[in-house]
C-alpha cells in the first residue's frame, strides 16, 4: 500500500507545485523574481511591406537589472524576435514537425526600457498562443528557477511511473513463475500503460529539451507515448474481464491503426502531428463510455469487483480528462498537461490499488497451497512427517553413501487400547513420537509410517553414533515413563550403510527385521520375568 500512499502524496505535490507556480515570483527567493509577460503583449499594425503578416509589442520595464533572459514556449509557429530594431533571434520550422519548443533569448545588457518585438509570416491562432502564452522574462537564475518550478510536476510523474512500473514488471514475473501466464501478462500491460504514460508526461513537457535540442524527436516520442498509452489499458483490462467482449478488440485495432498512419504521415511529412491528436481524442471518449458500460455490466452480473477500483480510475480520469480537452482546445497553453498528469495520476492510484490486491490475493492462494501441500506430508497426530513423505523421501533418495534406518514400534498398544480406551492409546503414540523426536529431530527425518510404527533416516550416521542415540533414547523413554501411569515402551532395530552395497530398500528391511527381533527379545524378557513371578509365588 505504500505505493498508493506515494501516490497520493504525489498528487498534493503536484497540486502544490502547480499553485505556487502560477503567479509571478511565487514559491521563488525574492532576488529571483521574473515577470509574466503573457498579458503584456500589443498587436502591431499590419506589416505594409509584406514581410510579416503579424507582429506582437512588449517594452520592457526600465527598472530591469542584470543580463535578461526572454523565455518563451513557441506553438508550431516561425518567428523573428527584434529589440529596437535589431534582430535577435530567429527560428523556422517549416514541416511543423519540432512541436512545442521553449526558446531562451539573451537580451542585450541594455534592454531594460527597451521594445521586444516578435513577427511572423503567418498570422494564426498558434502564432498568438506563443506569444501570449508561457513567457516570462527575467534573469538567467531567475528564469531557470521558474522553469523547473513550472514543470516538477512532470518528473514527479515520470519518477512514480518508472517506479510503479517496476513494482509490476517484477510482481508479474513473481505471478509467472507462481502461477499462470495470464496474470503476468496483465501485470505487464499495466506497467507498460503506466510507463507510457510517464514517459507522455516527461516528453510533452520542456525537461528534455534542457539536455537536447532534438526537439522533432522528443515531440514524435511524446505523440507516440500518448497514442499507445490506451492500447496496454485495453490490454489490461480485458484480462480482467470474465465476459468477452468485442468492442475492446475493435477499439485496440483503431489505436493502432492511428498510431501507426500518424507516424507514417509524421515521417512523410504530409502532415504535422498536432493535426492529428483530435481523432486520437474522439478514440479515448468512445472508450470511455464503452468501458463504464462493461465495467458495470461485469459488476452486475458476474460480480467482477476487480472492476471496481478501474471503474473509480476511469471516473476521475475521465473529468481531468474532459477538463483537459477543454483547456487544449480552448488555447493550447501548457495548463492541460497538469489537468492530464493529475487525471493519470488518479488513475494510477486506482490500478495500483487494484494489482495489489490481485497480488494480495495470490500471494495468500499461494501461502494457504504450501500450507495445504505441507499438511499432505505432516501427521496431525504427532507434527512428524508422515507415510507418504516417507516414501517421497525414498524416491529421491539414492546416492548417500553413509546412512542409517533406524526402525521404532510401541509395544502393547493394542493392549493399551482395550484396557484403557483409544484416548490413552493416542497419548501413548504421542509421547512416543516426542521421545523420538528429542533425540533424532536433529540428526535426521523422523516419520509415523504406522500406526504404532515410525522410522528415522540418518545421514552420515555411523553404528557408534546410532547406538549412543538410542542409548539417549532409552533414558528419554524412562524420564517419561516416571510421570505416567501407562509406560511407554518402544522397540528399536537399525541398520547402517558405509558404502553403496544396499539400496534404501534394503537398509529399510534390514532395520525392520532388526527392530522385529528387538521387539521378540523384549517380549519374551517380558514373558520370563512373568512366569519367575508366577513361580516364586507358587514356591512361597
Known amino acids: 500500500m505504500w505505493i498508493v500512499y506515494s501516490l497520493i502524496a504525489g498528487l498534493v505535490c503536484l497540486a502544490l507545485v502547480r499553485s505556487f507556480g502560477l503567479e509571478s515570483g511565487s514559491g521563488m527567493r525574492p532576488d529571483s523574481e521574473v515577470i509574466i509577460l503573457n498579458n503584456s503583449w500589443e498587436k502591431l499594425p499590419e506589416d505594409e511591406s509584406g514581410i510579416f503578416a503579424a507582429g506582437y509589442a512588449c517594452t520592457i520595464p526600465p527598472d530591469c537589472e542584470g543580463r535578461l533572459i526572454l523565455s518563451m514556449e513557441n506553438y508550431w509557429s516561425d518567428i523573428r524576435v527584434f529589440i529596437d530594431g535589431q534582430e535577435l533571434f530567429a527560428y523556422e520550422d517549416p514541416y511543423r514537425e519540432k512541436g512545442v519548443v521553449r526558446h531562451w533569448i539573451e537580451l542585450p545588457d541594455n534592454a531594460a526600457g527597451k521594445t521586444i518585438i516578435i513577427c511572423s509570416e503567418q498570422d494564426s491562432p498558434l502564432f498568438e498562443q506563443t506569444v501570449k502564452g508561457n513567457s516570462y522574462l527575467g534573469t538567467g537564475e531567475a528564469v531557470l528557477y521558474r522553469f523547473l518550478n513550472d514543470n516538477l510536476y512532470a518528473l514527479v510523474c515520470g519518477i512514480f511511473?518508472?517506479?510503479?512500473?517496476?513494482?509490476?514488471?517484477?510482481?508479474?514475473?513473481?505471478?509467472?513463475?507462481?502461477?499462470?501466464?495470464?496474470?503476468?501478462?496483465?501485470?505487464?500491460?499495466?506497467?507498460?500503460?503506466?510507463?507510457?504514460?510517464?514517459?507522455?508526461?516527461?516528453?510533452?513537457?520542456?525537461?528534455?529539451?534542457?539536455?537536447?535540442?532534438?526537439?522533432?524527436?522528443?515531440?514524435?516520442?511524446?505523440?507516440?507515448?500518448?497514442?499507445?498509452?490506451?492500447?496496454?489499458?485495453?490490454?489490461?483490462?480485458?484480462?480482467?474481464?470474465?465476459?468477452?467482449?468485442?468492442?475492446?478488440?475493435?477499439?485496440?485495432?483503431?489505436?493502432?491503426?492511428?498510431?501507426?498512419?500518424?507516424?507514417?504521415?509524421?515521417?512523410?511529412?504530409?502532415?504535422?502531428?498536432?493535426?492529428?491528436?483530435?481523432?486520437?481524442?474522439?478514440l479515448i471518449v468512445a472508450t470511455v463510455i464503452g468501458v463504464l458500460r462493461i465495467g458495470f455490466r461485469e459488476i452486475r452480473w458476474y460480480g467482477n469487483h476487480e472492476m471496481k477500483r478501474v471503474l473509480q480510475g476511469f471516473?476521475?480520469?475521465?473529468?481531468?480528462?474532459?477538463?483537459?480537452?477543454?483547456?487544449?482546445?480552448?488555447?493550447?497553453?501548457?495548463?492541460?498537461?497538469?489537468?492530464?498528469?493529475?487525471?493519470?495520476?488518479?488513475?494510477?492510484?486506482?490500478?495500483?490499488?487494484?494489482?495489489?490486491?490481485?497480488?494480495?490475493?495470490?500471494?495468500?492462494?499461494?501461502?494457504?497451497?504450501?500450507?495445504?501441500?505441507?499438511?499432505?506430508?505432516?501427521?496431525?497426530?504427532?507434527?512428524?512427517?508422515?507415510?507418504?513423505?516417507?516414501?517421497?523421501?525414498?524416491?529421491?533418495?539414492?546416492?548417500?553413501?553413509?546412512?542409517?534406518?533406524?526402525?521404532?514400534?510401541?509395544?502393547?498398544?493394542?493392549?493399551?487400547?482395550?484396557?484403557?480406551?483409544?484416548?490413552?492409546?493416542?497419548?501413548?503414540?504421542?509421547?512416543?513420537?516426542?521421545?523420538?523426536?528429542?533425540v533424532f529431530e536433529r540428526v535426521g527425518q523422523c516419520f509415523r509410517i504406522g500406526g504404532d510404527e515410525f522410522v528415522v533416516v540418518w545421514k552420515g550416521a555411523s553404528k557408534e553414533e546410532v547406538a549412543g542415540a538410542l542409548a539417549q533414547l532409552d533414558r528419554r523413554i524412562r524420564q517419561a515413563n516416571m510421570k505416567r501411569s501407562v509406560e511407554v515402551e518402544i522397540a528399536y532395530g537399525y541398520a547402517v550403510r558405509t558404502g553403496m552395497s544396499k539400496t534404501v530398500q534394503e537398509l529399510y528391511q534390514e532395520a525392520d527385521s532388526n527392530m522385529y527381533k528387538k521387539k521378540q527379545e523384549m517380549k519374551g524378557k517380558v514373558q520370563k520375568q512373568a512366569f519367575m513371578a508366577v513361580g516364586g509365588v507358587k514356591d512361597g
Open 161 to 282: 511511473a518508472l517506479i510503479l512500473c517496476v513494482v509490476l514488471c517484477v510482481g508479474g514475473f513473481y505471478l509467472k513463475i507462481r502461477f499462470t501466464e495470464g496474470e503476468f501478462r496483465g501485470m505487464v500491460y499495466l506497467g507498460l500503460f503506466i510507463l507510457s504514460a510517464g514517459c507522455w508526461i516527461v516528453s510533452d513537457s520542456q525537461l528534455l529539451q534542457l539536455f537536447t535540442d532534438r526537439t522533432g524527436l522528443i515531440t514524435l516520442v511524446s505523440f507516440l507515448s500518448f497514442m499507445i498509452m490506451p492500447v496496454f489499458l485495453i490490454r489490461f483490462i480485458r484480462g480482467l474481464l470474465i465476459g468477452s467482449e468485442r468492442f475492446l478488440s475493435v477499439m485496440e485495432g483503431l489505436y493502432l491503426v492511428h498510431l501507426t498512419g500518424s507516424a507514417v504521415i509524421s515521417l512523410l511529412r504530409i502532415a504535422p502531428l498536432y493535426q492529428t491528436p483530435w481523432i486520437e481524442h474522439i
Open 315 to 438: 471516473v476521475l480520469l475521465s473529468l481531468f480528462g474532459i477538463a483537459a480537452l477543454v483547456q487544449y482546445y480552448m488555447n493550447l497553453s501548457s495548463g492541460y498537461a497538469y489537468l492530464y498528469s493529475l487525471g493519470i495520476l488518479s488513475f494510477m492510484a486506482c490500478l495500483a490499488c487494484a494489482a495489489l490486491q490481485k497480488v494480495y490475493y495470490f500471494l495468500g492462494k499461494s501461502a494457504r497451497t504450501e500450507v495445504y501441500q505441507k499438511l499432505a506430508y505432516v501427521d496431525l497426530m504427532t507434527g512428524l512427517e508422515n507415510r507418504t513423505a516417507f516414501i517421497e523421501m525414498q524416491k529421491q533418495e539414492s546416492a548417500a553413501e553413509k546412512m542409517a534406518y533406524i526402525m521404532f514400534d510401541i509395544n502393547n498398544l493394542k493392549t493399551v487400547n482395550d484396557q484403557y480406551g483409544h484416548r490413552e492409546g493416542d497419548q501413548l503414540i504421542i509421547e512416543a513420537a516426542e521421545c523420538i523426536r528429542d
